[in-house]
């Protein structure tokens, strides 16, 4: 009875404030959740019932942005098949989704200074074929014969604030042979996607100690490109980015090899690091 009595108590969603239906609720770490707010959480989202009412709100705040984004995004270059990569070069992002229209259901913009790698495979998938006897008993040949099928996966490893990983097979119809023409294509897919989602070259140091030079004070440049005055991204979710300490002997001026990590004592001159010697 305690159970049914739970099942049919009137919930409140905490994200929306609207009436949670029969069967309809999310469970929250503090609170619950309706299947209408749950349904534009990232399909990334790595652990909800986890996640308390405010790390959801904030979630989405970053997911009605990022659907603004989308719905202005116009790609220039589409890669894939079934699941495909739609890159925008005037935004410098890019989009992984499998739907057709690919505006509708939001997917995860991702700046393309932010992919750490993207690789690709093939696998090889090997399965017997079989005959049928007089009696109609499915046999085995004599030998074995097989069929082989082949697989094209790509995966990457991007810098998001709540997933790493992103990969999905570039091939709908798997070739029999790797000497077909539809072994090549995907091969040759599979390499100008690598090609296109390399990471940039990183900004040499001159440019980027003259680019923090030039920002508002407060401020802060995100990876993906926006400029910030709070902790965190309003364009990405990545967090403000937590200044190193740095040390230098302020009796001699001798420096550590790591900056941030300096011995007790200065090999120099003995003296004591401490507070008085941050650079």
Known sequence: MGLLGNLFDRKICDICGEEIRLLGNRKLEDGNMCKNCASKLSVHYPDRRGSTVGEIKEHLAIREANAREIAEMHPTRVFGNGTRIYIDDSLGKFCVTSHKDFRAFNPDLIPLANVMTCEWDVKEHKSELYDRDKEGKRVSFDPPRFETKYEFDISMKVDMPWFSDISFELSTDRPKHRFEPQYREYERQAKEICEAMKPAP??????????????????????????????????????????????????????????????????NCGDPFGDEDRA
């Open 202 to 267: 990183e900004t040499e140091a001159g440019d980027a100690a003259n680019t923090a030079a030039n920002l508002p004070e407060g401020s802060w440049m995100c990876s993906c490109g926006s400029l910030n005055q709070g902790n965190f991204c309003p364009n990405c979710g990545a967090a403000k980015p937590v200044a190193r300490k740095a040390f230098r002997c302020s009796r001699c001026g001798w420096t550590p090899e790591d900056p941030a990590n300096p011995p007790k004592f200065c090999p």
